[in-house]
């Protein structure tokens, strides 16, 4: 990747390279989960899934190549501007629901080799509903406010004093694969609290509890090992003998399955780091 006048460009030294980073970085995003419709089974990344929140249903859309429905006529610069800027090629602002505030951290090689793979996906000419959202929250006026308590853009600098391997822990849990926006609990505007980071959600997706994940004793995985947590994102299974359930079998599917055991162990690390929230 070289970077150009501040604009993150593909090399084009080795492109198949580029795309085999971004499809690696595609299952670490888990873009799948939200960007492919499940009940009924719709097409890869043709978007359409509902998604319920406590300000009403978000349908995130279609991000494959298809110029009329999809991403087909963006360029890398509109890409980046979506995933580090929250906003789309005319500036519209993107609501939260899409984790940008958490995919803006992403290093511009890795936002380079995640569209390199994007563009090789198959097109699909469909799209989904919009929104469905109560009101006043269906005001894109009212992200505005929203960002200025609760978006900083820009890419996660590394930690000097921490190890490689807990950075790339950080890296992988608190940007690529955004696991706060799901295991952090939240404002009533909906802003991730980064005091109980991981600390556990009451009302996660589909109005769902979401674990605390961490180490406090009781109410996280404080008895986890690292091995533990390895073995859990790679095949679902818990310390107890038994294995996950409800979103997380998607999620391991999709994407901390398909990581590198590397990559696994530098999520345990970091989350073995973390301060214990005595949370949900």
């Not at 006529?73 to 580090?84: G, I, N, Y």
């Not at 929250?137 to 490689?164: D, H, I, M, T």
């Not at 295991?183 to 509890?209: F, I, W």
């Not at 091995?227 to 107890?240: K, M, T, W």
Request: proline share 10%.
């Amino acid at each position: 990747m070289i970077v150009l006048g501040g604009a993150v460009t593909v090399s084009a030294a080795a492109p198949e390279t580029a795309v085999a980073r971004g499809a690696y970085l595609f299952a670490a995003a888990g873009c799948a989960g939200c960007h492919t419709r499940v009940k009924p089974k719709g097409r890869p990344l043709a978007g359409g899934r509902r998604l319920d929140t406590p300000f009403g249903a978000f349908y995130p859309p279609n991000i494959t190549p298809d110029p009329e429905h999809g991403v087909g006529r963006w360029e890398l610069t509109d890409f980046v501007r979506a995933m580090r800027h929250g906003r789309g090629p005319d500036g519209t602002l993107y609501f939260p629901a899409f984790p940008y505030p958490s995919y803006t951290g992403m290093s511009d090689g890795d936002l380079g080799d995640l569209w390199a793979y994007l563009k090789t996906v198959p097109a699909v000419a469909a799209s989904g509903p919009g929104h469905d959202l109560e009101f006043p929250f269906n005001l894109r006026a009212l992200v505005w406010p929203w960002r200025w308590l609760y978006f900083e853009p820009g890419a996660l600098p590394p930690a000097p004093n921490r190890s490689a391997r807990w950075n790339r822990g950080a890296y992988l849990v608190r940007v690529v694969g955004h696991c706060g926006e799901c295991h952090t609990p939240r404002s009533l505007l909906g802003g991730v609290d980064p005091d109980r980071e991981l600390g556990g959600n009451a009302n996660g997706p589909e109005g769902k509890r979401v674990a605390n994940i961490t180490p406090h004793r009781k109410k996280g995985i404080g008895d986890w090992s690292e091995a533990d947590i390895v073995s859990y994102l790679q095949d679902g299974g818990l310390p107890d003998g038994d294995f996950a359930g409800g979103a997380m079998v998607e999620v391991i599917e999709n994407s901390t399955s398909r990581l590198t055991d590397a990559d696994r162990q530098a999520i345990a690390h970091y989350l073995k780091s973390v301060p214990p929230w005595d949370g949900s």
